[in-house]
């Protein structure tokens, strides 16, 4: 039998920041063979820390992220807003923004508003009216 070893295969770290705030730092690949490994790394670290209420996904060492990462990132969302816990995605890649607004799931994920398409780049004037 033959398995398949990713590329670049998920490590998470995660570590107690302050009296209630937990960050695990996420480095490598997060896609369908990584993802599940995302999830129960966050319900096993909230199960072992009830009283956490902050968490922090910090994303710098990100690789890519696929379909099945988008849902491992919602799936935390979901346990997290079930449990009362805040969650924040740092220092997030540009190919993960790029991701979360083409799905739209950047405000739903992150709280912020994704970035409206600049005139220019769709190829439009903002004096010119448009043709009848």
Known sequence: MTAF????????VATLSGARGLRIEIEGDLDFYTA???VATVRA???DHPDVRDLELACGGMGMCDSAGLAALLMVRRRTTAAGVGLVLT?????LDRLLDLTGTM???TGESAEPPRAAESGESEDREPAQ
């Open 91 to 95: 220092d997030r890649p540009s190919q």
């Open 107 to 109: 405000e739903h994920l």
């Open 45 to 47: 670290q909230m199960e």
């Open 5 to 12: 070893v990713p590329d670049t295969p998920l490590r998470v």
């Open 36 to 38: 599940d490994t995302l």
